[in-house]
């Protein structure tokens, strides 16, 4: 965030509006985007609408069951992990590949941090980014769930051999940050996780909360196929599960592009210390955004442009892999989504799937590029290599 913005900052006061829009500059662009599509024409308004629909009904709603399940295990089971791995070394690539694997990027981002305390080895650096997906692992599994069993399995293993070749090759010293101390002891922080409410939770976050709730019992059943429509008898022809999907995407983004984005947070828009509801609204807010930007583009390249995104790539599908990890070293999920969209949609091949998966970083590569940015330039450079193998391993002996 820029000095214009943390300016805006006095006590007990957010940034001023316009400090937020200048922060915000490029959510407000997406959002004229679609707003501009949802105005231009009854053909674009379909698309921009059943784009919308489909992301909240069958992403975003499973996104924001899964992230109060991961955010609640974290409150109820925290511990101080920078003890258990300086006790354990040589089970930190384990642990680290553990954490790392839970889809979004919190578990990872928790063992970056301790890297950069001096409690966690750079194999484990290595092991965490390797196994992590990030926010894309939201997607994939609501979306192709057996395909998400498989990179997960295979991003694990990676990640841990990966970590432990990495400890056996280097010192033990190897890119380690000082550990920090405090009166002569070894300083080990708790996680502060907050409430599960507190009063930090604006009221439309409820509203948020309640199409959420609808969606998801629409959401599942439409995942098994089923005419949710019919249930409203006379009113099916009026199509209540797109206007509920269209309303719930069309409020997530609204409150993406228009939140206020606290200095500390990284990534997302939401921290560690924030209320459980509040991390589970921010940061499915920006798995929705991400994901209507990569359904409307493709539906858009499809019906506007005649373009058909898996012929295109056939003839590139020998360098998919290689593509792939390149977008990986990019920080942050966004990127990364888009990529697992295209697979979903049968535009790029389970290869290149895989490599992306194993060698993007998600949002845990941003504090170790503040705190740390050596080693993190060579941990990502490293995860470039389990990418590879397994990338053009499964191209070759799959074919796909």
């Not at 006790?87 to 919190?106: D, E, T």
């Not at 090759?169 to 101390?181: A, L, P, S």
């Not at 959401?219 to 269209?246: K, N, R, Y």
């Not at 389970?350 to 949002?363: F, H, P, T, V």
Request: some cysteine; aromatic content about 12%.
């Amino acid at each position: 965030m820029g000095d214009s913005v943390a300016a805006t900052h006095s006590a007990g006061e957010g940034p001023s509006l316009f400090g937020r829009m200048k922060a915000n500059r490029w959510r407000l662009i997406l959002f004229g985007f679609l707003l501009f599509l949802l105005l231009a024409s009854s053909s674009s308004r379909q698309v921009l609408m059943e784009s919308m629909a489909d992301a909240f009904l069958a992403v975003s709603v499973f996104v924001a069951a899964t992230l109060a399940l991961v955010f609640w295990l974290e409150r109820a089971f925290s511990f101080n992990l920078g003890q258990v791995m300086a006790n354990n070394r040589r089970l930190q690539p384990l642990i680290a590949s553990a954490l790392g694997v839970l889809p979004g990027c919190g578990g990872a981002i928790i063992v970056v941090t301790q890297f950069t305390k001096g409690y966690a080895s750079f194999g484990a650096l290595i092991s965490v980014l390797v196994a992590t997906m990030g926010d894309a692992a939201f997607l994939l599994i609501a979306r192709d769930p057996t395909s998400a069993v498989i990179v997960f399995s295979l991003s694990l293993v990676a990640g841990i051999i990966t970590g432990w070749i990495a400890d056996a090759i280097h010192d033990d010293d190897f890119m380690m940050v000082e550990r920090d101390k405090v009166d002569g002891a070894d300083a080990i922080d708790e996680p502060r996780f907050g409430g599960l409410v507190g009063e930090r939770v604006p009221n439309v976050y409820w509203l948020w909360i309640a199409l959420v709730a609808v969606g998801l019992v629409a959401g599942i059943f439409l995942a098994f196929l089923v005419e949710v429509d019919e249930w409203f008898g006379p009113w099916a022809s009026m199509q209540p599960t797109l206007w509920l999907g269209f309303i719930g995407a069309g409020l997530s983004i609204t409150l993406w592009a228009f939140s206020k984005r606290p200095i500390s947070a990284i990534g997302a828009d939401s921290r560690i210390e924030d209320p459980l509801v509040t991390r589970v609204v921010k940061d499915t807010n920006f798995v929705t955004a991400w994901v209507v930007l990569a359904f409307v583009s493709f539906e858009l390249l499809v019906v506007f442009g005649g373009v058909d995104l898996g012929e295109m790539f056939k003839g590139f599908i020998f360098a998919m892999p290689t593509i792939a990890i390149l977008i990986g070293f990019i920080p942050g999920c966004g990127p990364q989504i888009v990529v697992t969209s295209l697979y979903l949609a049968g535009a790029i091949p389970m290869s290149a799937q895989l490599a992306n998966a194993i060698a993007n970083d998600g949002d845990a590569l941003f504090p170790a590029l503040a705190l740390a940015p050596r080693a993190a330039i060579l941990a990502t450079l490293y995860s470039a290599i389990p990418a590879f193998i397994i990338g053009y391993g499964w191209m070759f002996l799959v074919g796909t």
